[in-house]
């Protein structure tokens, strides 16, 4: 909450300033999937094709846990060749987005390594859509947003005015200057990275999630204690969760 909100108007950010959260959504996609393994619609070790059966796995078996654990071995769709200046501004539609990946090997035999991926949290998100009914978002504000008090948080679409809001910047490491960020639709980070809070938010967030309000005690024991090495040091990844 701290620094600037605008360059332009020169607007100082304070607690209450509305920024995207960028990866920290993956946790919240995380309790999204274990409030419904909760209410038993989601096995953790089911295959992903029990929900959805178009996504081409090429012969593998993914489960839902390798997925909520990055050791699915998909491919990252951010990472495919000139994805971010090519696709990353269009409002792609999600059979568009895995598209960019599709024929693209594996990285490796799921649940035998560890690699970021972002596409395993799009899937995700696509889960909680496909077995709850409602959009991600709607879901999101249902379950978590509004019974938890968390007034400004919410999917980041660029339409709608919201008070608040943060600009966008990236930094020219060649002239020393902020430039307006580049376009980016938010139809394209979903579960893996779409939503936007405060500082605030974000504090009551982790209260929530910790302590039993957001999922319950044992739910979130299982999104830490199902951690995972990533191969970098004693870094270990639970349910969208680094640990």
Avoid: C
């Avoid at 509305?18 to 920290?24: A, D, E, P, Q, T």
């Amino acid at each position: 909450g701290v620094g600037m909100a605008d360059l332009e108007w020169k607007a100082p950010a304070d607690v209450n300033t509305v920024m995207r959260i960028g990866s920290i959504t993956k946790q919240f996609t995380a309790a999204a999937i274990m409030k419904l393994h909760e209410r038993g619609k989601i096995g953790l070790d089911d295959s992903i094709a029990k929900y959805l059966p178009d996504f081409d796995t090429e012969g593998h078996t993914v489960t839902i846990r390798q997925l909520l654990t990055h050791t699915s071995g998909i491919p990252n769709y951010t990472a495919q060749p000139d994805f971010m200046s090519k696709y990353a501004p269009r409002a792609l539609s999600d059979k568009e987005l895995l598209d960019t990946i599709k024929g693209v090997p594996f990285d490796f035999e799921p649940g035998t390594k560890w690699a970021y991926s972002n596409t395993n949290f799009y899937l995700l998100g696509m889960i909680v859509a496909k077995v709850s009914g409602l959009s991600y978002a709607d879901f999101m504000q249902q379950t978590f947003f509004g019974p938890l008090g968390l007034t400004h948080t919410r999917y980041g679409a660029a339409a709608p005015i919201i008070p608040e809001r943060a600009q966008g910047y990236s930094y020219d490491f060649v002239t020393k200057s902020r430039l307006n960020a580049a376009p980016l639709s938010m139809n394209v980070p979903g579960g893996a990275g779409a939503l936007i809070s405060t500082a605030g938010d974000l504090v009551r967030w982790q209260i929530a999630l910790t302590g039993g309000r957001a999922v319950s005690s044992a739910s979130y024991r299982e999104m830490i204690d199902s951690a995972v090495p990533t191969g970098r040091g004693d870094s270990r990844y639970g349910f969208g969760l680094g640990i």
